[in-house]
């Protein structure tokens, strides 16, 4: 069956310090790959995307990797900040409508 | 304002009670969801409209139903709720004509209580 695997133990880091997320996956080969923010009580909110035949992708202190041989992204931030602090959500698109979420990783970024 | 809105935000109500929860949005888009959440798990796909007169079951259909009554609102309806529905609902939409094609703008949620 088609699977995703974020790592379910919270991960805590360093003000400061680069954060790094990976999102793991079986039986699919993905057109898109998302990451999402997600604040307690609030919907996901998008942050980035990156096609299958991208390698990387950046957007100010965030960046997304994609190597489809591995079947893993990964998910950086540099220079994290306590307001990072959030839950962090791998999405899969196989094109058309459907797009299968992970569980998410838990951030907490100390001061 | 916020592009896509929910309604209620919280919910208890008791088992074998129906209930509707409503989302409207701004943004335009032909294509609406219904997922829920629940902790340890990701969102999962209830219902999605690509359009007015397109409707389709997702992956945790039993249980619920869904309206389109404009390109803007899609309601979901617990017919007879019992307690294992009792989780975080969220609507999305999304754009295929938009660059990203694929990425889902959420609404805030609404949290369901069963008792």
């Known amino acids: 069956s088609q699977k995703i695997e974020q790592n379910s133990e919270a991960l805590n880091i360093q003000e400061g310090k680069t954060a790094t997320l990976t999102c793991n996956y079986t039986?699919?080969?993905?057109?898109?790959l998302q990451w999402y923010r997600q604040d307690p009580g609030r919907g996901p909110v998008f942050l980035l995307l990156?096609?299958?035949?991208?390698k990387e992708k950046r957007k100010e202190r965030l960046k997304v990797t994609f190597d489809t041989t591995l079947k893993q992204s990964l998910f950086h931030i540099t220079a994290s900040q306590p307001a990072d602090s959030a839950t962090y959500l791998c999405?899969?698109?196989?094109?058309?409508?459907?797009?299968?979420f992970g569980a998410g990783t838990r951030l907490f970024v100390k001061a | 304002d916020a592009d896509v809105t929910q309604t209620p935000r919280n919910r208890i109500t008791k088992t074998g009670k129906r209930i509707m929860l409503e989302c409207s949005q701004t943004?335009?888009?032909?294509?609406m969801y219904w997922y829920r959440q629940d902790p340890g798990l990701g969102l999962r796909l209830i219902y999605y409209?690509?359009?007015?007169?397109?409707?389709n079951k997702g992956e945790i259909s039993d249980g619920y139903s869904v309206s389109r009554q404009a390109q803007a609102k899609f309601s979901l309806s617990l017919e007879s709720a019992i307690p294992n529905q009792t989780a975080l609902y969220f609507c999305?939409?999304?754009?295929?004509?938009?660059?990203?094609?694929?990425?889902?703008?959420f609404g805030p949620g609404t949290r369901l209580l069963v008792l």
């Open positions: 943004k335009g888009h032909d294509r």
């Open positions: 039986n699919y080969s993905p057109a898109y």
């Open positions: 999305a939409t999304s754009d295929p004509f938009d660059s990203t094609q694929e990425t889902q703008y």
């Open positions: 409209s690509f359009d007015v007169k397109d409707i």
């Open positions: 999405a899969l698109s196989t094109g058309g409508f459907k797009t299968i």
């Open positions: 990156i096609r299958e035949n991208e």
